[in-house]
């Protein structure tokens, strides 16, 4: 039971295309991994087909340092991710973020982008990332939403229309001065 307590989740950086080989591996040795992943959209908007992971080179397990030294000798695994060489633990709340998205079917477009800070916070009021908070990129037509990821220094971004979007006081007008309102 102790052992369940000090298990934190990492990211471990992988070789290009060995997401799927290196998750697999590790849930066979019982570490337990989440692999974010998302079918990108082809031509049309119309989904592709095949899984792909949503950060290429990049893994999260969940596991307590002192007891999975294993964790080096999967073919295809870099490092862990974190300053100085040192494994950093990622927020669990980061995790469930990731998991909420990638989890939920939606025709929404998803994309990973540069990591930013800048932009309005407001929440997801409606549709299937209801209860997400992150920050609002109007456009034209609907809302890039962009929620940070500071475990990855990136950012995925969510297509959603207006209407799902719940504003503070404060952002409102931002917001309709964007619309052109």
């Known amino acids: 039971m102790a052992e369940h307590l000090t298990r934190h ?6 070789h290009p295309k060995h997401e799927f080989r290196v998750a697999s591996r590790l849930e066979k040795w019982g570490i337990e991994v989440f692999l974010p992943q998302h079918r990108p959209l082809g031509e049309g908007g119309i989904s592709a087909g095949r899984k792909e992971a949503l950060f290429p080179g990049y893994v999260f ?10 964790l080096y000798h999967v073919p295809g695994v870099i490092r862990l ?3 100085s060489k040192r494994p950093t633990p990622v ?8 998991q909420t998205i990638t989890s939920r079917p939606s025709p929404m477009k998803l994309g990973t982008t ?6 309005i916070v407001v929440s997801i009021r409606d549709g299937p990332f209801a209860g997400l908070s992150g920050l609002l990129h109007p456009t034209a ?3 890039e939403f962009t929620i940070c990821f500071p475990s ?3 950012t995925i971004t969510l297509s959603v229309p207006f209407e799902w979007v719940a504003l503070t ?3 409102a007008p931002s917001l309709a001065n964007e619309r052109g309102s």
């Open 81 to 83: 991710l974190g300053p």
């Open 169 to 171: 006081d404060l952002a």
């Open 91 to 98: 927020e669990d709340d980061e995790v469930v973020r990731l």
């Open 61 to 70: 397990c969940r596991l307590s340092l002192p007891t999975n030294p294993k």
């Open 114 to 119: 540069n990591y930013t800070k800048v932009g």
């Open 9 to 14: 989740w990492y990211v471990v950086q992988v």
């Open 152 to 154: 990855l220094q990136s």
């Open 141 to 143: 037509t609907c809302c």
